[in-house]
């Protein structure tokens, strides 16, 4: 069944159009093609589009730090989890890895190092440790807009 979209009708394809019925004409201007046009209103009109896709990219907001990005996605996958729940207990202790990796890897510290510092510092075992940073390197992933691409 189609539908007249001026009076709501239900019709059959094969009827003909409304007796009102006007088709909407509408002109377009390419800004893309470069003529060399003396016409004032078309020199106008492409100024004033010049200017707004400058004024557009000043005003575009800077991208934030990965690495908010990324503290931001595992606390807020950490807090989805049900309270009190094993799978929220690994989310939160996961989230708690990352941020010491982050403080660590700002102290500069060598790679080798790292798991056993975090590990003592957050009382686990090695291998919890490394696990998690395993897990958290896939969900990062999986969740990064190149990943969608």
Do not use: W
Not at 38 to 47: F, G, H, K, S, V
Not at 76 to 104: C, D, T
């Amino acid at each position: 069944p189609y539908i007249c979209p001026k009076n709501g009708e239900t019709r059959k394809k094969s009827d003909d159009v409304c007796e009102d019925y006007t088709q909407d004409i509408s002109t377009f201007i390419s800004i893309d093609v470069i003529e060399n046009n003396d016409n004032p209103q078309a020199q106008r009109l492409m100024y004033e589009i010049s200017r707004v896709r400058d004024e557009n990219i000043t005003c575009l907001p800077e991208k934030k730090d990965r690495v908010s990005d990324m503290k931001e996605m595992l606390r807020n996958r950490a807090e989805k989890a049900m309270p009190g729940s094993k799978q929220h207990e690994k989310y939160e202790r996961q989230y708690e890895v990352f941020i010491n990796l982050m403080n660590l890897l700002s102290e500069d510290i060598p790679a080798a190092e790292l798991t056993t510092l975090i590990a003592v510092r957050c009382g686990m075992n090695i291998k919890t440790v490394r696990r998690d940073i395993e897990e958290i390197r896939y969900f990062l992933k999986k969740m990064s807009p190149e990943h969608e691409m």
